[in-house]
């Protein structure tokens, strides 16, 4: 089967937020008021009591199948973030214990603090290389498998199996080819294309550099086949228009598939840009538990747990300080990427 | 997925390679294809070769070559004796069956109700599971681990899965398949008397049995490929998971042979490998479901 109609049977949900009531799903109700309207524009579907909330009688049924669900995401979803605001506030250590309410003083010490700084820098040059090849390089790739061609099957498979591994497996075997003695640098020079090893996982910015390395060969996968959905909806006629035109590869590449997989370019470049600031274990098998000489390649997530969790010297006020300032930067990028999205629509 | 494009009005059943493009063009294809796979797949397949490496053979330095001149199985028997593989598979185990059960269980109900038009309170928990969503892990783990610590689980498996026992996405997956159930088919068993939870148990739940998978698999893939969490709330060997036990391996001080991680490593992908292989229908079903989702 292609990948279109797996799509095409798998059931569509509505996207969520743009949850605009559906035309005709119930007959002009009277002028909602905000909160009312509020939810609306994010409830799915027609109307909560379009369908008569006689259906249940036993009121508290739905909410008893719910409950699980309510307290999983409430207790370990919505409070947590709210609780990690409050506990910024104060000098709480990991481990427990009495703490004082110390106001601003975490947020003070963050801005004058050089390591976070530099964890900030990390994570956002991390998002600025990553981003952009990651929502280039999976499309080409996904171009490059979406005729069927005899073996496609097999190639599809094969450039998925770097996601099913865990990222430290992966970060192993990375570790092994680029270390001094590793195979890459063996190769180049038997090659002679250099004489000394390439310090790979010794040098702090060619740590962070072959981490990226390793985050685009993990996500190259996923991402394909996400294209390769999005692909399945470029018509073909489109393309065979621009051949006959005269336009080669690279021109149809530009004006005919890159319009057509737009939103999912947006999209992918939206989820990669999240993902770029969440990066843990990639610094933490390639640059050691330090994240790199003198933990010069730690990113945000990385600094939280260790200014944060560290059972001896946490505080993990501080680290919750941090967690807030790394909530900010992902919520910032998201409204960017939507902003994006939207300008790009209109 | 690996059905070949049948051409219906041709006389021919089987296509002719002319029958796929240009020659010129085939072939830039069919290399650009080997490149690839020898990029993300080669660094795996060397681990597997490595880890067959006998004893005398280097791994490392310009004397190691590719393929292991004597091949052996050693290095498996060796991590079983050295290393507690056995235990690390077993909490790894553990962790991953549990959080299934919990997922399914709990995500099947929520996305059924969550499915049913009619009760009063729907759009708010609606919300509640989108703002559960907005908050990625690493900016709410320290909080978590202040609340497993109350809890007095660290150092415990049940701390591992407990945050991530029920996840906002998979009852929106649930949701979303529950709803493409007929309702016509559900008026009939209606109408036949079946109650509420007959209807989930008979009627839905094998109508979803697809989302079901999905969520399955994924839940297996991040329990056993989770490394962050574990390596918070988990102190003492006995507890490792697997990712754990092998990040360990390779930074302790024992200055183990490579020889026996790469083993480990292989033995570690195992598992995924076979679930993937056996589900990979769904699999990418579920990657595409779920970018319509995000």
């Known amino acids: ?346 | 997925m690996t059905t070949a494009p049948v051409p219906v009005k041709r006389r021919r059943l089987t296509p002719r390679w002319r029958d796929y493009g240009r020659p010129r063009e085939l072939v830039v294809r069919y290399v650009l294809l080997v490149f690839v796979l020898f990029i993300t797949v080669g660094p795996l397949i060397w681990q597997v070769l490595s880890s067959l490496k006998g004893a005398g053979e280097d791994v490392f330095g310009s004397g190691a070559s590719l393929i292991p001149h004597h091949p052996t199985l050693r290095a498996y028997e060796q991590v079983f004796d050295q290393v507690p593989v056995w235990t690390y598979i077993r909490n790894s185990l553990f962790v991953a069956v549990i959080s299934i059960a919990s997922q399914l269980a709990f995500s099947t109900m929520a996305g059924y109700m969550l499915s049913k038009p009619g009760w009063k309170g729907r759009g708010l928990v609606w919300v509640l599971l989108m703002a559960s969503m907005m908050f990625p892990f690493e900016s709410i783990m320290v909080s978590l681990f202040l609340s497993v610590r109350d809890l007095g689980l660290v150092d415990n498996l049940v701390g591992v899965w407990l945050p991530g026992f029920v996840a906002a996405i998979n009852v929106l997956i649930m949701r979303a398949a529950f709803l493409a159930v007929p309702r016509e088919i559900e008026d009939a068993a209606m109408l036949d008397g079946a109650g509420e939870w007959k209807r989930f148990r008979h009627l839905y739940l094998p109508s979803a049995y697809g989302a079901i998978l999905v969520v399955t698999i994924n839940t297996f893939i991040s329990a056993w490929d989770d490394f962050l969490w574990p390596l918070i709330v988990l102190r003492s060997e006995e507890q490792f998971t697997l990712t754990l036990g092998l990040a360990r391996l390779q930074t302790s001080s024992f200055g183990y042979d490579q020889r026996l991680v790469m083993a480990g490593s292989v033995i570690s992908v195992i598992p995924v490998l076979v679930l993937f292989v056996i589900t990979q229908r769904w699999f990418y079903r579920g990657v595409s479901s779920g970018a319509v989702k995000l």
């Not at chain 1, 109307?47 to 199948?65: C, I």
């Not at chain 1, 199996?161 to 680029?178: E, F, I, K, R, Y």
């Not at chain 1, 959905?229 to 065979?240: Q, R, S, T």
């Not at chain 1, 843990?280 to 939280?304: N, V």
């Open chain 1, 1 to 346: 089967m292609t990948q279109r109609s797996a799509l095409d049977k798998a059931p569509v949900p509505a996207p969520p937020g743009a949850g605009a009531p559906r035309p005709g799903a119930s007959p002009a109700p009277p002028p909602p008021g905000p909160l009312r309207r509020a939810l609306r524009s994010v409830t799915p579907g027609p109307a909560a009591d379009a369908g008569g909330a006689a259906l249940y009688r036993r009121w508290w049924l739905p909410w008893l199948w719910m409950l699980p669900a309510i307290i999983g995401t409430t207790v370990f979803g919505v409070f947590p973030f709210l609780n990690t605001i409050l506990v910024s506030f104060t000098d709480a250590k990991p481990l427990g214990g009495a703490y004082d309410l110390v106001g601003l003083d975490n947020y003070r010490r963050m801005l004058s603090d050089a390591d976070f700084w530099l964890a900030t820098r990390n994570s956002l040059l991390y998002a600025l290389i990553v981003v952009p090849l990651m929502v280039l390089l999976p499309l080409l790739l996904a171009i490059l498998v979406e005729k069927n061609l005899p073996g496609i099957g097999f190639f599809r498979s094969a450039f998925y199996t770097p996601v099913l591994a865990s990222s430290v497996v992966v970060g192993l075997s990375w570790q092994w080819l680029l270390s001094d003695q590793g195979l890459v640098n063996t190769w180049l020079q038997k090659a002679h294309i250099i004489r000394d090893a390439i310090p790979f996982l010794s040098d702090s910015w060619l740590i962070l550099l072959s981490a990226m390395g390793l985050t685009l060969w993990k996500g190259l996968g996923w991402y394909m086949i996400f294209y390769l959905a999005a692909l399945g909806n470029v018509p073909k006629e489109l393309h065979e228009a621009a051949a006959v035109d005269g336009a080669g590869a690279v021109r149809r590449f530009w004006h005919v598939t890159v319009p057509g997989v737009r939103t999912s370019m947006m999209l992918v470049g939206t989820l990669t840009g999240i993902g770029s600031l969440r990066v843990f274990t990639e610094i933490y098998m390639l640059g050691g538990s330090t994240g790199g000489p003198g933990g010069a390649d730690r990113t945000l997530p990385f600094y939280i747990r260790d200014v944060g969790l560290d059972p001896l010297t946490g505080n993990a006020g501080y680290g919750a300080a941090v967690s807030v300032a790394l909530f900010a930067l992902t919520l910032g990028l998201t409204l960017l990427a939507q902003r994006l999205t939207k300008e790009d629509e209109a």
